[in-house]
């Protein structure tokens, strides 16, 4: 019979060279297993690491979209002016009180050009009663300013209660009149806005940088700068949709002082800044709320179209909110299609837009993830300095290049901000 020799011991794993047939049990250094149940690591082996990573991060940037779909204003400076026509006519309010002829009205009008009417404009009451205007009064002191007026011939003066709004009616002239009564002119509201600069940056060490290239395991140089820009677009998300409009004193790295940084003003902001209105409401009343603030703002054509800007669940509540007692099924349905991809309500039309990084409390105040945003798209435009492209990026020299540096950065930069033409226009809504 054939001998059996015995295995010398092996010096990474001697003592298995004395039961060959039986399993080492060696796990690559940094095996997750190993680690978990306290096992051999050895360096013979690898860990198997997928060359590619996979990006897991959220990807909803459809509200960037629709900006970068309306045309880019190139502006000269990083701070800029523009103007909005107003309607052209203005109503008053009664002072407390109960008045014909003069009414006292409510507010401050110091001159006679701050009162919205003039001798022989025609106003109504709440009523629909005409009076003309024979004389105004204005008053340097709030609530003191008034105006006298006479009703139609063999009519009755009618009583202008506190409280109650007096509508501007018309302007009327006789016959052969040979004087002008009434002059204004054109009244604009002045809105501004800043350019705010983003940017986000790597560094390597000459020596790490190349280690990198010749050594790694994956691609992690190629997504280490995908994000950057990834990062980067969700700033100018944040910025877009609650930037305030301001400045920040940054202390300088080197050489002592302070930079100033411009932060643009984002939707949100301007439109509470403008006097859009807000209110709470839970999902019972959502219908309600939204259809009387979708009145309130309607300022556009007829037809004209609003963005509104929610994560999916909240648009989903909305959609209930109109089709889901109204869906009937047939016997062998299969699907249940509750999402609604318009909304037309009156003359308006309301397209709902998917955001749901407002839910992401690392982007946006945790109340975002139930909060409506309502907007008129239409009136909005992106904004970046002329010159510069809205999006640059670039590599530093390091000493291989030439430079003095023994490290080499990456960097992405944007400018950007938004003119908002329309901002009372919109409306905002939060679930509670």
């Not at 590619?52 to 701070?79: C, F, H, R």
Request: glycine content about 8%; aromatic content about 10%; hydrophobic content about 40%.
């Amino acid at each position: 019979m054939a001998q059996v020799s015995t295995p010398t011991p092996n010096p990474f794993a001697g003592g298995y060279a004395q039961t060959p047939n039986n399993n080492a049990g060696l796990n690559p250094y940094g095996s997750a297993y190993a680690t978990a149940y306290s096992l051999a690591e050895t360096n013979l082996i690898a860990e198997a690491i997928e060359r590619q990573i996979y990006d897991a991060a959220p990807q909803q940037y459809d509200a960037l979209k629709l900006l970068n779909m309306s045309k880019t204003i190139e502006v000269g400076s990083d701070e800029f002016v523009y103007k909005e026509k107003v309607f052209g006519r203005t109503s008053m309010i009664v002072h407390t009180g109960a008045y014909t002829s003069p009414i006292t009205l409510s507010g401050t009008y110091a001159t006679a050009e701050s009162i919205p009417c003039a001798v022989g404009d025609v106003l109504f009451n709440e009523n629909g009663t005409p009076v003309i205007v024979t004389a105004i009064t204005p008053a340097a002191g709030a609530n003191a300013a008034t105006i006298a007026v006479a009703c139609q011939s063999g009519g009755a003066l009618p009583t202008f209660n506190g409280g109650e709004v007096i509508s501007f009616a018309t302007t009327i002239i006789a016959d052969g009149m040979d004087t002008f009564r009434h002059y204004d002119r054109l009244q604009t509201i002045e809105r501004y806005n800043y350019v705010q600069l983003f940017q986000r940056n790597s560094r390597w060490s000459t020596l790490e940088l190349q280690k990198m290239e010749n050594m790694g395991t994956t691609d992690y140089l190629m997504h280490d700068k995908s994000l950057k820009i990834e990062q980067l677009r969700v700033d100018m998300f944040a910025m877009y949709m609650n930037g305030t409009r301001g400045n920040f004193p940054i202390a300088a790295l080197a050489g002592g002082g302070t930079d100033n940084a411009k932060m643009m003003g984002g939707l949100y902001p301007t439109m509470i800044a403008a006097g859009a209105p807000e209110v709470t409401s839970a999902i019972s009343g959502l219908q309600t709320a939204f259809e009387t603030l979708a009145f309130a703002t309607n300022f556009k054509k007829e037809g004209a179209t609003r963005m509104i800007y929610a994560t999916d669940e909240i648009l989903y509540e909305l959609s209930k909110v109109y089709k889901e007692s109204k869906v009937r099924y047939e016997p062998d349905s299969k699907t249940a299609d509750l999402n609604l991809y318009q909304y037309n309500i009156g003359n308006m039309k309301f397209v709902p837009v998917s955001c749901e990084l407002f839910r992401e409390d690392s982007v946006l105040p945790t109340a975002w993830a139930k909060k409506m945003l309502v907007v008129d798209q239409s009136t909005i435009n992106p904004v970046k300095i002329k010159g510069i492209p809205s999006v640059m990026a670039g590599v530093t020299d390091n000493m291989q290049k030439g430079g003095t540096n023994n490290f080499q950065d990456w960097w992405v930069q944007a400018n950007l901000s938004v003119r908002f033409r329309n901002p009372q226009g919109g409306f905002a809504i939060n679930i509670s």
